[in-house]
């Protein structure tokens, strides 16, 4: 998404963009102080954001039928996670949420997101939710699929996407400069869609164990024409997300979304 940006493919007039390069959990914690003018952050952490900050309509990562994945060292189905601890990347993380509209009882621990894969092979936890590269990988350490949530939301909702990102842009820059770092974001984005095989080369250099193979189909679940615009029911699918979320008790109130104008 940010290729373009960082490495000077694009215009940005008087503005400047600095990369802070953090797991989503972090930037989930920072946006909460209002830290970051623009920030990538968990749709569900945005439950808690939305007095501060508008969500762009681009910079989405949504899991089409796919998404954060249960894995265990044995195989064993939903109803066999009732007793057990999952190791999750984060409680404001989206992955977070979804796995408690699956299994709304399971008890959770928090790991760091790049651990979690290693932690449950060596068998320190019982079951781990993935997301980022070991959804790729999780078999290479012998692990088995207990659940792949994008995949079970889909078949609750119709087909809808799983929103799990997104880039949000903070309320009191103004409407005027809003819009145009909005539009040289997704300048970025477009830019690096344009030029995939040169985008790619530059985000294997932040890859975790990925082949570059994998990384261009992690890239491509991520990354794609939904990253542009979330489309109608892209939208639709992160109100009812939260909405779900609120009606399960697991936000303390309703949120409703917007979004910067085009």
Not at 146 to 160: I, P, Q, R, T
Not at 226 to 253: C, E, N, S
């Amino acid at each position: 998404m940010f290729y373009a940006l960082a490495t000077g493919k694009i215009e940005t007039g008087d503005l400047e963009f600095v990369h802070e390069l953090q797991d989503i959990e972090t930037l989930n914690r920072r946006a909460l102080a209002g830290e970051l003018e623009v920030t990538a952050v968990s749709i569900h952490a945005y439950a808690y954001l939305a007095d501060k900050y508008a969500l762009l309509p681009h910079g989405a990562s949504m899991g089409e039928g796919y998404g954060p994945r249960l894995v265990a060292r044995e195989p064993f189905t939903r109803t066999d996670l009732e007793g057990k601890t999952v190791a999750v990347p984060g409680l404001m993380t989206s992955a977070y949420l979804a796995l408690k509209l699956y299994a709304h009882e399971v008890e959770t621990v928090v790991v760091p997101f790049d651990e979690i894969l290693e932690r449950v092979a060596a068998g320190e936890h019982e079951v781990g939710l993935l997301i980022h590269e070991g959804q790729l990988t999780y078999m290479d350490a012998g692990l088995h699929l207990v659940a792949d949530l994008g995949e079970w939301w889909a078949s609750e909702n119709d087909g809808l996407p799983l929103p799990l990102g997104g880039n949000a842009i903070r309320r009191d820059l103004g409407p005027e400069l809003i819009s145009r770092a909005s539009k040289i974001l997704r300048d970025s984005i477009a830019f690096g869609l344009q030029n995939r095989s040169d985008a790619l080369v530059h985000a294997e250099g932040y890859g975790r164990g990925l082949d570059r193979a994998q990384t261009d189909e992690f890239v491509g679940m991520y990354v794609n024409q939904r990253t542009l615009d979330y489309g109608p029911d892209g939208r639709r699918a992160v109100q009812l997300f939260l909405d779900r979320g609120y009606d399960a008790g697991l936000i303390p109130h309703r949120v409703e979304v917007d979004f910067v104008a085009d």
